[in-house]
């Protein structure tokens, strides 16, 4: 028997490459307008974003909901795996346009990304190990403020690393640094701004399938079972701390990638974008969703994201006659963060488990499962 | 044949020597020596607070003992965390059920699995043949467990919905899919009906030749512990106050002074 075999035989590596021709399509579509269906600027970023959200949602879902730890810090390996991905790409780039001059563009760009990623991956699950193999060994509440504290702590110490902009900011990543008399190198940011979205939306399909084998299948129920009595889980076998650093070396470089992914995505990086605020919305995406869930992260991902958007363009709802008759109104958008947060309220009183509680989508469930497979529980 | 049975039915699995357990002040466990033989069911009994559950909380290094010794198969575990000592062959079942609430009863069990996978996280991702075949072998250990303690119907309903002895009785199937050499029952019959405790007592032994397995009961209901157990270890206070057979053990005017009190 071929150990090797990957599930569905032949056919899953068909559905792997229409689902990238797809995205490339989509991509063609959405950057070029091709087919007619290009979006505007803005639309495209609000996509885009939510592409990232959904890496950062589903990662964080391994942890805080499969395994019911609660780190509150995932700005903090966000932020670490940006600007990773972000040195890499910036500082080490001769190498690749050197390529440039005997291979064609796509593929020394794409394997510049790609390194530049798996720098990102690796430093956020080296920084994950690190935060989580001390606090994992404890139960309750210290993996929440350690991750907390190291959140801060990677966002100061951003901000006085003067090499990578310090508090003005990371700019003209993909560009290089300047170098006097000459023009920075333009080719590798256009390649980015043309193809951030195919790259986001792989990424994210990538994470999903990923975050949800390992949720539903042996690994997935050792996690499972710490979550729901730590002391009997240890007491059938599971080594709880080396399950717990696992999911939390795994999500933390996940995350690192979706650092890497905005980073690569705006070719610009600020400090401020990687605050505790940023570590809550993650949160809130996933107790919105359902905690446990990947179908509730991915909504709530979406959610998340872009409500307050939505919020923005909310006065473009009324006809004119009602916001002249009540002038009030107009100044709507202004309250849309009150909005926003109202929203949320009334969501989670309406349905304190979530939209989705631990359920899945049967089509997404599908994915995960083995052939033979009953329901496996994250 | 009969003279190997002979020879490991008198081997000590798991044994305490001299091992005291102090909480702060309070002493749960005074100069314990308890010898568990291979292939016995041997009953630890004795009035609440006398340190029965704390016992099985050292055999299982969730507490470490103060002073003494803790061996299995001769190996010192002192020190080992409760998932090794697990590994090597103790399972349990808790006083207060301690299932995975929201999991299935299926799941229950599945977890207990897990200790006989050998695809690592690579191979669940990829979801290799070898993946798919412990899955399903998983699977199938499982319902057999669930079938044998009549759960089967059960087997899609999370842990916490089932009644109070099906919980019970689905906590010692989670125990027994680790194919352990040892298995400690806390209180197995508490909140059973008098049914159930009857049911149950005649498992007991069953179980221990179907699974050739060592068995320590910790259990108040004496017409179960008299019943299932060829021998009985008596504690109070922490202190062995008699070891002997069952039929010694009722007649033994220590263990009627510690049960019913200086009449
Ligand atoms: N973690 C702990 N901290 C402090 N004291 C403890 C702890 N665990 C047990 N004790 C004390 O140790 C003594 C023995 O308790 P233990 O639970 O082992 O008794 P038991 O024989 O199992 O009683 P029961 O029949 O009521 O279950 C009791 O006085 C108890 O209060
Ligand atoms: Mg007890």
Same mark, same amino acid.
């Given at each position: 028997?071929?150990?090797?075999?990957?599930?569905?035989?032949?056919?899953?590596?068909?559905?792997?490459?229409?689902?990238?021709?797809?995205?490339?399509?989509?991509?063609?579509?959405?950057?070029?307008?091709?087919?007619?269906?290009?979006?505007?600027?803005?639309?495209?970023?609000?996509?885009?974003?939510?592409?990232?959200?959904?890496?950062?949602?589903?990662?964080?879902?391994?942890?805080?909901?499969?395994?019911?730890?609660?780190?509150?810090?995932?700005?903090?390996?966000?932020?670490?795996?940006?600007?990773?991905?972000?040195?890499?790409?910036?500082?080490?780039?001769?190498?690749?346009?050197?390529?440039?001059?005997?291979?064609?563009?796509?593929?020394?760009?794409?394997?510049?990304?790609?390194?530049?990623?798996?720098?990102?991956?690796?430093?956020?699950?080296?920084?994950?190990?690190?935060?989580?193999?001390?606090?994992?060994?404890?139960?309750?509440?210290?993996?929440?403020?350690?991750?907390?504290?190291?959140?801060?702590?990677?966002?100061?110490?951003?901000?006085?690393?003067?090499?990578?902009?310090?508090?003005?900011?990371?700019?003209?990543?993909?560009?290089?640094?300047?170098?006097?008399?000459?023009?920075?190198?333009?080719?590798?940011?256009?390649?980015?701004?043309?193809?951030?979205?195919?790259?986001?939306?792989?990424?994210?399909?990538?994470?999903?399938?990923?975050?949800?084998?390992?949720?539903?299948?042996?690994?997935?129920?050792?996690?499972?079972?710490?979550?729901?009595?730590?002391?009997?889980?240890?007491?059938?076998?599971?080594?709880?701390?080396?399950?717990?650093?696992?999911?939390?070396?795994?999500?933390?470089?996940?995350?690192?990638?979706?650092?890497?992914?905005?980073?690569?995505?705006?070719?610009?990086?600020?400090?401020?974008?990687?605050?505790?605020?940023?570590?809550?919305?993650?949160?809130?995406?996933?107790?919105?969703?359902?905690?446990?869930?990947?179908?509730?992260?991915?909504?709530?991902?979406?959610?998340?994201?872009?409500?307050?958007?939505?919020?923005?363009?909310?006065?473009?709802?009324?006809?004119?006659?009602?916001?002249?008759?009540?002038?009030?109104?107009?100044?709507?958008?202004?309250?849309?963060?009150?909005?926003?947060?109202?929203?949320?309220?009334?969501?989670?009183?309406?349905?304190?488990?979530?939209?989705?509680?631990?359920?899945?989508?049967?089509?997404?469930?599908?994915?995960?499962?083995?052939?033979?497979?009953?329901?496996?529980?994250? | 044949?009969?003279?190997?049975?002979?020879?490991?039915?008198?081997?000590? @699995?798991?044994? &305490?020597?001299?091992?005291?357990?102090? !909480? +702060?002040? /309070?002493? #749960?466990?005074?100069?314990?020596?308890? =010898?568990?033989?291979?292939?016995?069911?041997?009953?630890?009994?004795?009035?609440?607070?006398?340190?029965?559950?704390?016992?099985?909380?050292?055999?299982?290094?969730?507490?470490?003992?103060?002073?003494?010794?803790?061996?299995?198969?001769?190996?010192?575990?002192?020190?080992?965390?409760?998932?090794?000592?697990?590994?090597?062959? @103790?399972?349990? &079942?808790?006083?207060?059920?301690?299932? !995975? +609430?929201? /999991?299935? #009863?299926?799941?229950?069990?599945?977890? =207990?699995?897990?200790?006989?996978?050998?695809?690592?996280?690579?191979?669940?991702?990829?979801?290799?043949?070898?993946?798919?075949?412990?899955?399903?072998?998983?699977?199938?250990?499982?319902?057999?467990?669930?079938?044998?303690?009549?759960?089967?119907?059960?087997?899609?309903?999370?842990?916490?919905?089932?009644?109070?002895?099906?919980?019970?009785?689905?906590?010692?199937?989670?125990?027994?899919?680790?194919?352990?050499?040892?298995?400690?029952?806390?209180?197995? =019959?508490?909140?059973?009906?008098?049914?159930?405790?009857?049911?149950?007592?005649?498992?007991?032994?069953?179980?221990?030749?179907?699974?050739?397995?060592?068995?320590?009961?910790?259990?108040?209901?004496?017409?179960?512990?008299?019943?299932?157990?060829?021998?009985?270890?008596?504690?109070?206070?922490?202190?062995?106050?008699?070891?002997?057979?069952?039929?010694?053990?009722?007649?033994?005017?220590?263990?009627?002074?510690?049960?019913?009190?200086?009449?």
């Amino acid at each position: 028997m071929n150990i090797w075999k990957p599930h569905l035989g032949g056919r899953s590596w068909l559905g792997g490459i229409a689902v990238v021709a797809g995205f490339f399509l989509l991509n063609e579509a959405f950057v070029h307008g091709v087919f007619g269906y290009g979006l505007s600027a803005y639309y495209l970023r609000v996509i885009t974003l939510v592409g990232i959200s959904m890496v950062l949602a589903v990662s964080l879902t391994l942890v805080n909901g499969c395994a019911g730890q609660f780190s509150i810090g995932h700005a903090g390996f966000m932020a670490v795996g940006a600007y990773a991905s972000a040195a890499v790409t910036h500082f080490g780039g001769a190498p690749f346009i050197a390529l440039l001059e005997i291979l064609p563009a796509w593929p020394v760009h794409t394997l510049r990304l790609w390194v530049s990623l798996a720098v990102g991956a690796a430093v956020g699950g080296v920084a994950g190990w690190l935060v989580g193999l001390p606090t994992l060994r404890l139960r309750g509440d210290y993996l929440a403020i350690v991750t907390l504290g190291f959140g801060e702590i990677i966002r100061v110490v951003l901000l006085n690393i003067e090499p990578t902009g310090g508090a003005l900011g990371f700019t003209n990543i993909a560009q290089g640094p300047e170098v006097p008399g000459r023009s920075p190198d333009q080719r590798f940011a256009l390649f980015l701004e043309e193809t951030m979205f195919f790259w986001v939306a792989l990424v994210a399909t990538g994470t999903i399938l990923v975050v949800g084998r390992l949720a539903y299948s042996s690994f997935g129920r050792s996690l499972a079972a710490i979550r729901e009595n730590e002391i009997a889980a240890a007491a059938i076998g599971i080594d709880t701390t080396r399950a717990k650093t696992t999911a939390f070396v795994v999500s933390a470089a996940l995350t690192g990638v979706a650092g890497g992914l905005y980073a690569h995505y705006d070719n610009y990086l600020n400090p401020s974008s990687f605050t505790f605020l940023r570590s809550v919305e993650i949160v809130t995406m996933i107790v919105l969703g359902g905690l446990g869930s990947l179908s509730g992260a991915i909504v709530g991902a979406g959610v998340l994201t872009i409500l307050p958007e939505a919020l923005r363009d909310l006065t473009r709802l009324f006809p004119p006659s009602v916001t002249a008759a009540a002038p009030f109104l107009a100044s709507l958008p202004d309250y849309r963060m009150v909005l926003y947060a109202l929203l949320l309220v009334g969501l989670m009183i309406a349905r304190p488990q979530g939209l989705y509680g631990r359920r899945e989508w049967p089509w997404l469930a599908r994915l995960f499962l083995t052939r033979d497979g009953e329901k496996g529980v994250g | 044949m009969v003279g190997e049975h002979r020879m490991s039915s008198a081997m000590t @699995v798991l044994a &305490t020597k001299s091992t005291t357990v102090r !909480f +702060g002040g /309070l002493v #749960a466990v005074k100069d314990l020596d308890l =010898a568990v033989q291979a292939g016995q069911v041997l009953g630890l009994i004795g009035p609440n607070g006398a340190g029965k559950t704390t016992i099985f909380n050292v055999l299982t290094g969730v507490y470490r003992p103060t002073s003494g010794d803790v061996e299995l198969e001769g190996k010192s575990i002192v020190g080992l965390p409760p998932h090794e000592i697990a590994r090597r062959g @103790v399972a349990r &079942t808790f006083q207060n059920i301690r299932l !995975f +609430g929201e /999991l299935s #009863a299926l799941e229950n069990v599945m977890t =207990a699995c897990h200790l006989r996978s050998r695809a690592g996280l690579l191979a669940t991702m990829l979801r290799t043949a070898r993946h798919r075949a412990e899955e399903k072998e998983q699977r199938d250990l499982a319902l057999a467990l669930l079938e044998r303690f009549d759960l089967a119907a059960h087997r899609h309903a999370p842990a916490k919905s089932l009644s109070y002895g099906n919980q019970r009785r689905l906590e010692i199937a989670r125990a027994l899919a680790m194919r352990p050499k040892v298995l400690l029952l806390d209180e197995p =019959a508490a909140g059973l009906n008098p049914q159930e405790s009857l049911v149950l007592m005649r498992q007991i032994q069953q179980l221990r030749d179907d699974f050739k397995l060592t068995i320590v009961l910790v259990e108040h209901n004496m017409r179960v512990v008299m019943g299932a157990c060829e021998r009985i270890h008596v504690v109070e206070q922490g202190q062995t106050i008699a070891v002997g057979s069952p039929d010694d053990i009722q007649r033994n005017p220590r263990v009627i002074t510690a049960y019913l009190g200086n009449l």
